[in-house]
């Protein structure tokens, strides 16, 4: 699909605002991925809360996934590498490259000895890949029927309790409504495919990007992440945590945004009752990207099924915003839904920032990952009395 059939003649300010989004994206993340010494001790948590660097090798570091034993670590890249790390007692004994030379793929997920990667417009799968680290398969391309465009082309991705294999596809543009896609089921959704890349459908619509999701541990109910649209002040609209309650709900992309503003172009006409709400709104422009729930059992009881978002943080806000994990709590239907900052610091006090989270993933033994692209590195949380 072509950049006409998506911004047509009168779509131009929306084409250009893609290019200054994507300068500006790139420009953040042209940052040295690798320290000579992390300042981990700005980092702030509660009391009892540890965290160490992992790894400080893992350039532009994002979605990560475990093998099936869980003493392997998978972490997609902005950058065109995938990474495996061999872990042992909480400590990486080994580090691989697993692939390379792919187009931003960012998107890992693990499943029957396979590791799923995303990059753009194709999923490809790497067979047999926990026992062929030091000399990785070639890639089998399970579909490459995906839309090309790069703004917010880059996916997270990660296999549903149904077996199948969940791939969003965010809009390409701020905001927008292709004039292909009216009834936005190819872009601002979220999809799921079978492991094959066949039988792909649209269970998800007005999603503007999501870069991260997970199924609740009880109900087995997806929620997910999404960004809101930029250009409309600091202050609004908030990004979103949402809960899909059944297949085909609408969360009101580019008509409603953060579930109460109405879009100043698409709005009329479209009011935001007539869509989805959030769960909880999670601030404006804090770039709310990889989210989990905990079920482990080395922090405190009350933590137990909370969610945890890495938020990157803003890049067009004149005070920046985010840079740090935040943990949500909820009940399972999504009411009394409250958040907390668990870990902040990746933003100094005069607004220069060393580090942005992109994921977190809760390890076997209760611990808690947080990749940062930024910085290229991995660290690891833990909780002792």
């Known amino acids: 699909m072509g950049d006409r059939s998506v911004y047509p003649a009168s779509r131009e300010p929306a084409r250009r605002c893609a290019a200054a989004w994507l300068a500006v994206a790139a420009a953040l993340l042209a940052a040295p991925f690798a320290h000579a010494a992390l300042p981990i001790d700005h980092i702030k948590l509660p009391p009892g809360f540890?965290?160490?660097?992992?790894?400080a090798d893992v350039p532009g570091a994002r979605e990560m996934t475990l093998s099936g034993s869980g003493?392997?670590?998978?972490?997609?890249?902005?950058g065109g590498d995938v990474y495996a790390l061999e872990l042992k007692d909480g400590k990486v004994i080994k580090r691989h490259i697993v692939a390379s030379g792919l187009t931003m793929p960012v998107g890992v997920a693990w499943r029957n000895g396979a590791l799923y990667v995303s990059a753009v417009s194709s999923i490809v799968r790497l067979d047999d890949i926990d026992r062929h680290l030091d000399d990785p398969p070639k890639a089998v391309v399970v579909t490459d029927s995906l839309p090309g465009e790069r703004h917010?082309?880059?996916?997270?991705?990660?296999?549903?309790?149904?077996?199948?294999?969940?791939?969003?596809?965010?809009?390409?543009c701020n905001v927008c409504l292709p004039a292909s896609d009216p009834q936005r089921e190819h872009f601002a959704m979220i999809g799921r495919m079978d492991p094959d890349g066949s039988h792909y459908e649209t269970i998800a619509r007005g999603v503007r990007n999501t870069v991260g999701f997970a199924w609740h541990p009880q109900t087995h109910e997806l929620w997910f992440t999404d960004n809101g649209r930029d250009m409309l002040g600091d202050d609004i609209p908030d990004d979103k945590l949402n809960?899909?309650?059944?297949?085909?709900?609408?969360?009101?992309?580019?008509?409603?945004?953060?579930?109460?503003?109405?879009d100043p172009e698409f709005g009329a006409g479209h009011p935001c009752s007539g869509f989805t709400p959030p769960v909880l709104k999670l601030g404006a422009h804090v770039a709310s990207l990889g989210m989990r729930f905990y079920t482990g059992s080395m922090f405190p009881a009350d933590y137990k099924n909370s969610i945890f978002i890495a938020e990157h943080g803003s890049w067009n806000r004149s005070k920046k915003a985010g840079y740090r994990v935040v943990r949500v709590s909820a009940n399972s239907d999504g009411t009394n839904a409250h958040q907390q900052v668990f870990a902040q610091g990746w933003?100094?006090?005069?607004?220069?920032?060393?580090?942005?989270?992109?994921?977190?993933?809760?390890?076997?033994?209760?611990?808690?990952?947080?990749?940062?692209?930024?910085?290229?590195?991995?660290?690891?949380?833990t909780y002792s009395k």
């Open 243 to 262: 809960r899909l309650a059944h297949v085909g709900e609408d969360f009101g992309f580019p008509y409603c945004h953060g579930g109460n503003v109405a």
């Open 347 to 381: 933003l100094d006090s005069d607004q220069t920032q060393w580090g942005r989270p992109a994921d977190v993933l809760p390890l076997p033994d209760g611990s808690l990952l947080i990749s940062d692209d930024y910085a290229g590195a991995i660290y690891r949380v």
């Open 71 to 78: 003493t392997l670590l998978y972490a997609g890249s902005i």
């Open 50 to 55: 540890h965290i160490e660097v992992l790894s």
């Open 152 to 172: 917010h082309g880059w996916k997270f991705i990660a296999f549903g309790p149904d077996g199948k294999l969940y791939v969003p596809q965010g809009a390409p």
